[in-house]
Structure formats: structure tokens, C-alpha cells
């Protein structure tokens, strides 16, 4: 009897990477990985507008290469047994579409249109509308809030969708509904012709959309309706089921067997959000925060069920039953910029080395280089003390329209201490997710790190370990959401019984282990709470310039 193989397939903010995988040994057959060419022109974008938007056929694109690349360092006998593949993306990253399910920005008449484009988690240009929709919320009977946190973000589907709605009559007039990414992409592989047969992930719905056994489904027509009219109709266009991530999509099409070289009876699993599936991949345990550090962080907790009983977690960014394993409440929370705080300084840094200089390794090296002599510094030989808002607050208590600060700067800060400062704060900010899970009754055993920062950064992972005093041990693979994604796989294409069974048999295990330096851990302590202090001015300054509400 052959070997069973399946294909992980992992959507990031900057490209597409693929793995095939032994479902026997989690190894790695082949990878790929592609860069979206149309974000890498920063076409659709506007970082001023807090604007981010993705083509699809930039997604499209990169599933053929990816998939078709892998299959080429392949065997005949690995593609050959080939039987399931699962997709994880970003998210909340929805799309508008149409009866048919075609995103708006595959339409000849609307395909440079930004706002028929798949709007990226970071995109914060509907903040106004969040703030309508927690205001009405909790004017509301029934709090519809409960199981997200108490607070809807910009960065979820709702917002986006009035948004868009409102900003675009084009859109209003074609859009038929919402979807997210990692739903778009297994719909377009099983070639269904009709939306309303698409399966709606857990995991999204759950955390994005106001999804819950609870209310039967999604909130009702009335409830968003009464928010904005342009809403109506679009809540009784969405399923009251929702589907885990181990539960088949369907099966390939024919269409898409043919274009990739596959064979026919190939499961296309349910979708789900990376730092999610990341969480799989890289063997989640109950109590430990796996921690997926990127550009921004996703931080994800499974709890057994009857643990929580019925316990309500404030402050995050969603409890789901399921959402990340059956059987479990996956908890979510999570900074807006972790990565992409050290890249806005490294591009600070660089900008009249792009004007004036032809040197083009001073990229590269920077930040290692800022990161190796920061390394050289006591913690208590840096006065400076930054916040880690600059893409807004995720956890705890979203909040997109607050501001990084750096502050207690002099004539002596050099780009090495305020880059020490900075790292600091975004170990800060991961400090206060942790603190804001304890404080609320759910203990923290310690953390998983998962991602390019924890592999490649031992400074910035032993300070977070230091100021969160927990140990962190870091995943051995490279691709541990693509790896989750075949876990999943493997899963839906009934290979193992349960993603439990997927991972003791497809874990790669871990590298390298953090334990917290008590001493360090005293100081941090010290500095928390100057960046606690600093946070409340900063929050109390937007109160002042913003009186009341955005609504008025």
C-alpha cells in the first residue's frame, strides 16, 4: 500500500507558499513559494487612507504556480497519491461577489477597482464603521459582542462591507455577498456554481462575522439594517451552519484536476485563518499561546470546552467552539504590527540611503545588525519607552485608531536604543494579551512561537520570554501554516480521525526553548509600567480629540 500525501497551502500578507507533505511523517516533499506581483507593485494600496487591497487573480496566480511547482519536484508516484488539500489565508480578508462567486474585480468593468478587490486584514479604512456597529451593538437586547471580545474591529468583515458599500455604488449594485479568503479559495477549487453552496468556515465566521450557535447563526437582517439600510439582505444570505476545518469542501473539479495535473478524487478541505491552522501545525496545547510573529502577531489559546463554563473572555479578538480544533474553544487575540514596526523603522532609517546610494545590502543587514547591538544593551540602560500602536491596538480591546508613541528621547538616542525601545514594546504589547487572559481566569503554561520572527530573532525572542516571564519554545518547521493546512488536509480527506491523530503523527517538533531571566524579568516589570502609564495618556489624549463618539 503506497504512502498518502496532501498539499498545505498558506495565503500571507506578501505571497503564497505550498508545501506537499508525507501525511505518514509531516515531511516535506516540496515547497514553493510566490510573490504577489501586483502587491509587490503596491498597486491598489494607500498606506495614507490606511488602504490594502489584493487582486485576486494575484491569489489565483500563485495557487497555479505554487501547486504546479511542487508537483514538478515531485514524483509519479507522490502526485499519484495526492488526497486532500486545505487552504489557510488571512483574515479577515473578504471580498465582494456575485451570485456566481466571481469577485467583483475579475469582472472586465470593475478589475482596477480597489473596492472590488479581497480587502487585506490590515486594511482600516472602515474604522467608522466599527464604531457603528459596537455603538448600535450595545444599544442592542441581545449583545451580539459576547463572543468577540466585547469590541468589533475595522479590521473584520462587517465594517469592511459597509464600507465598501457605502463608498462604491458600483459595488452596492453588483454585490451579492461577502467572502472571506480562505472560503473563496476552496469554492473555487471544487468549481461550485452558485455561492450559496459555499461551506462558511467556523473559524472565520466564528471570529470576524458574529457567528454563533448562540443566535442561530449570524446576527439578524434587523440588526445590521437598523445600523445602515445598505446592510439589508445581507445577513439572510449567510448559512446558519458553519463548518470546522476538518470537514470536506467537496472534491476538486474536474476543471481545476486538469489545470493543476491532479487526479479527480482529490478533498478540498474547509478553509481557515493562518495563525489558526498555524496553531495546528506547529502542535498547540491546551493553555499554551501559540504565538504566530510576523509582520503583526495572531495569537491563538485552546481551552477544553468545559473549562470555560461559560465564561465570556473580554478584550479579545473572539471564542469559538471548534474554530481551531473540534472539540475545544479556540480564544484569538493579537497586536496589529509586531514585524511591520521594525520594518517602518528600518524604512525610516533607510530612506536617504534609497535616494543617495546604490549600496543594496544595507536592506538586508540593518536590521540584524540593529538587532546584534541592541543584544549589547542592559535593559536598564534605555530610558526610551515606546508603545507598540502604530498600526492600532487588536488585543486587548481593538482599537485601530490609536497611535504608536516613542518617547524620552534625547540628544543621546541613537537608532540603536530607540530600536531596543521599540522591540521592547512590542514584547509589551504581547505582555498585556497575556495579562489580559489571566487576569480574566484563564492561567497562560507558556508560549509556542511560530513565524519568521521567532525563528530568526533570539534577541527579540529571550527579551519577550524576560517580560513575560513564561518560557517559549520555538516550532521546527518553516511552514507551519502551510503545515496545519495539510494537518487539516489529511484530516478532511479522512487519512486520521481527528487533527489530534494529524498532529502526533505530522509534528515536526521544536528547535530551541526561551526560559525568562528572573533579573531582566524585575526590570521589564519596572518599564511595563511606564508603557502602561504612557498608553493611558495616549488613550486619554484621543478621548479629548474625539469627544464623545465618531458618530457625532
Not at 458574529?210 to 444570505?237: C, H, K, T, V
Request: aromatic share 10%; hydrophobic share 35%; net charge negative.
Amino acid at each position: 500500500m503506497g504512502k498518502n500525501y496532501v498539499i498545505g497551502i498558506d495565503y500571507g500578507t506578501d505571497s503564497v507558499r505550498t508545501i506537499i507533505a508525507d501525511a505518514s511523517t509531516g515531511n516535506e516533499v516540496s515547497s514553493s513559494i510566490f510573490y504577489y506581483p501586483r502587491w509587490g507593485d503596491k498597486k491598489y494600496c494607500d498606506p495614507s487612507l490606511q488602504q490594502y487591497r489584493q487582486h485576486p487573480s494575484d491569489y489565483i496566480e500563485g495557487l497555479e504556480h505554487t501547486i504546479k511547482d511542487c508537483l514538478s519536484a515531485s514524483s509519479k508516484d507522490v502526485i499519484e497519491n495526492i488526497k486532500g488539500i486545505s487552504v489557510d489565508t488571512t483574515g479577515s480578508t473578504p471580498v465582494a461577489v456575485n451570485r456566481q462567486g466571481v469577485p467583483l474585480a475579475l469582472l472586465p468593468e470593475l478589475k482596477d477597482n480597489p473596492n472590488a478587490m479581497f480587502i487585506l486584514w490590515k486594511d482600516h479604512t472602515s474604522i467608522r464603521e466599527a464604531e457603528e456597529i459596537n455603538f448600535h451593538a450595545n444599544q442592542s437586547n441581545i449583545n451580539y459582542l459576547q463572543y468577540v471580545g466585547g469590541v468589533y474591529s475595522s479590521e473584520w468583515y462587517w465594517a469592511k462591507l459597509l464600507h465598501i458599500l457605502r463608498a462604491d455604488e458600483k459595488i452596492r449594485s453588483s454585490c451579492y455577498t461577502f467572502v472571506e479568503h480562505c472560503d473563496w479559495i476552496p469554492f473555487l477549487l471544487t468549481g461550485q456554481p452558485d455561492i450559496n453552496q459555499l461551506k462558511r468556515s467556523r473559524c472565520a465566521a466564528g471570529h470576524k462575522a458574529l457567528w454563533s450557535e448562540d443566535f442561530n447563526g449570524f446576527p439578524p437582517d434587523e440588526f445590521f439594517s437598523a445600523i445602515d439600510p445598505l446592510l439589508s439582505g445581507y445577513s439572510s444570505r449567510l448559512p446558519e451552519q458553519t463548518y470546522t476545518s476538518d470537514i470536506p469542501a467537496g472534491k476538486i473539479s474536474a476543471e481545476w484536476a486538469e489545470r493543476l495535473g491532479l487526479n479527480k478524487d482529490v478533498i478540498i478541505g474547509v478553509g481557515g485563518f493562518d495563525a489558526h491552522m498555524g496553531a495546528v501545525g506547529g502542535q498547540i496545547e491546551p493553555y499554551h499561546l501559540s504565538k504566530v510573529m510576523g509582520t503583526s502577531t495572531c495569537d491563538i489559546l485552546v481551552v477544553p470546552s468545559k473549562d470555560l463554563k461559560g465564561k465570556l473572555i473580554k478584550g479579545i479578538c473572539g471564542q469559538v467552539d471548534g474554530s481551531v480544533i473540534p472539540g475545544m474553544t479556540g480564544l484569538e487575540a493579537g497586536q496589529s504590527a509586531f514585524g511591520d514596526y521594525y520594518a517602518w523603522f528600518k524604512n525610516l532609517l533607510l530612506w536617504p540611503s534609497k535616494i543617495f546610494s546604490t549600496d543594496k545590502t544595507i536592506p538586508e543587514s540593518l536590521i540584524p545588525e540593529l538587532s546584534k547591538r541592541a543584544a549589547l544593551l542592559a535593559p536598564d540602560d534605555n530610558e526610551i519607552i515606546s508603545t507598540d500602536w502604530i498600526n492600532g491596538r487588536r488585543t486587548p480591546d481593538a482599537d485601530q485608531t490609536l497611535k504608536a508613541t516613542i518617547s524620552g528621547l534625547d540628544l543621546g538616542s541613537d537608532p540603536v536604543k530607540i530600536f531596543r525601545s521599540i522591540v521592547e514594546s512590542t514584547c509589551f504589547g504581547a505582555k498585556a494579551i497575556t495579562d489580559c487572559f489571566e487576569s480574566q481566569g484563564i492561567p497562560i503554561k507558556g508560549l509556542i512561537g511560530l513565524g519568521g520572527v521567532a525563528a530568526k530573532s533570539p534577541f527579540i525572542m529571550q527579551m519577550l520570554s524576560d517580560v513575560i516571564n513564561l518560557p517559549i519554545r520555538i516550532h521546527k518547521s518553516e511552514q507551519t501554516c502551510a503545515l496545519g493546512a495539510a494537518m487539516f488536509a489529511a484530516t478532511a480527506a479522512g487519512i486520521f480521525n481527528t487533527v489530534e491523530e494529524a498532529m502526533d503523527i505530522m509534528g515536526q517538533g521544536f528547535t530551541v526553548s526561551y526560559y525568562p531571566d528572573k533579573q531582566n524579568n524585575h526590570i521589564y516589570n519596572q518599564k511595563y509600567k511606564h508603557y502602561e502609564a504612557l498608553g493611558k495618556i495616549k488613550q486619554a489624549d484621543k478621548e479629548k480629540q474625539i469627544p464623545g463618539s465618531l458618530l457625532q
